[in-house]
């Protein structure tokens, strides 16, 4: 299978190498088009990416240009994508965006904010919670926590704002084997394993317009390799989707940006129709530090621009001539 993964670095200039992308459309991206007051696509049109050096205001001499100049195609068409993390500015001639962000998320999942924590140990090797939250804040707003222990003598522990930093924490005690499911299932008062299917057929690509999954994410040395699952159902528990993506190590805290396309799901089950969503955390590595700072989704942002249209030299010279001639005939007269 084709992996559409990438990671970017939260701040940008620096991006990581270990990043791998495929064919299709790698985001963030930025894409529209360039067009005339009649709304006729321009091309030829040069057409800047500008990275915003934080004030939020374009400055061409302290905004750096991001990758080279792009043209637009036949139809005025343009699209920059695979660019990092950041806020950016596009531009063609005097013509300049308001600030993009084309990496925040466009529907937040969840944010992990309103505290909560489950420990697993092997007194009780499984443990469970539900909490409501406002669906403004948590998809469906529910979110549900589990922990399991598999082997070994300690804790598995996961937890949501756990010291004042609104992310989710899973950890794993020294030499266990543990594994933390995090539920968005509408509302249904239960942490059970198995989702409620609640969330009424929802579609996280939003119409077409939502394409992956954004994730801030990180992990100590110790859970190398690891990967997450994002679990999508649609009516029962037998019938499920997964996207796996990758942890980033980053010693431990969430700075890790990590974007995997609805593409790369595999099973019978679209993103465009979910009744619950889980993120399954532990793969089988012990002593596992992981955070995981939001789950959101992105698609493309969108930035059109009505430009005068430039004639072209021969129309031009004929423009002047046709005035010489207007000129000459008054002259007459
Ligand atoms: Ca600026
Ligand atoms: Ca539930
Ligand atoms: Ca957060």
């Not at 092997?122 to 406002?134: E, F, M, Q, R, W």
Request: charged content about 20%.
């Amino acid at each position: 299978m084709t992996r559409k993964i990438y990671c970017a670095a939260a701040t940008a200039v620096v991006s990581l190498v270990l990043c791998t992308q495929a064919l299709g459309v790698v985001l963030p991206g930025i894409a529209g088009n360039v067009h005339d007051q009649s709304g006729a696509g321009l091309s030829g049109q040069i057409v800047q990416l500008y990275f915003d050096n934080g004030d939020g205001i374009f400055d061409p001499l302290f905004d750096s240009q991001f990758g080279g100049d792009v043209v637009t195609g036949a139809d005025g068409g343009y699209a920059f994508q695979n660019i990092q993390m950041g806020k950016y500015f596009v531009r063609t001639g005097d013509s300049v965006s308001g600030l993009l962000d084309p990496g925040s998320p466009t529907l937040m999942i969840d944010d992990f904010f309103q505290k909560r924590s489950v420990t697993a140990d092997p007194i009780g090797p499984i443990s469970t919670s539900s909490l409501a939250v406002p669906a403004s804040e948590v998809l469906g707003g529910e979110r549900d926590l589990y922990v399991e222990l598999i082997s070994g003598i300690g804790d598995v522990e996961l937890r949501v704002n756990p010291f004042g930093e609104n992310v989710l924490q899973f950890d794993t005690s020294s030499g266990v084997n543990g594994r933390g499911v995090v539920t968005w299932d509408g509302v249904d008062n239960s942490g059970s394993l198995k989702p409620a299917m609640g969330l009424g057929g929802f579609d996280l690509t939003n119409s077409g317009q939502n394409e992956a999954f954004i994730l801030k994410v990180g992990m100590d040395a110790t859970g190398i390799g690891e990967s997450m699952i994002l679990r999508i159902y649609d009516d029962s528990m037998g019938k499920y989707s997964d996207l796996a993506i990758p942890f980033v190590v980053s010693g431990g805290r969430a700075t890790e940006m990590v974007v995997a396309s609805f593409d790369d799901f595999v099973g019978e089950v679209k993103p465009s129709k979910i009744d619950a969503l889980q993120l399954i955390l532990g793969q089988g590595t012990k002593s596992i530090d992981a955070q995981v700072d939001y789950v959101g989704v992105i698609g493309m942002s969108h930035q059109d621009f009505e430009v005068t249209a430039i004639p072209e030299p021969s129309s031009m010279a004929l423009a002047v001539l046709g005035f010489g001639g207007i000129l000459l005939r008054r002259r007459r007269r």
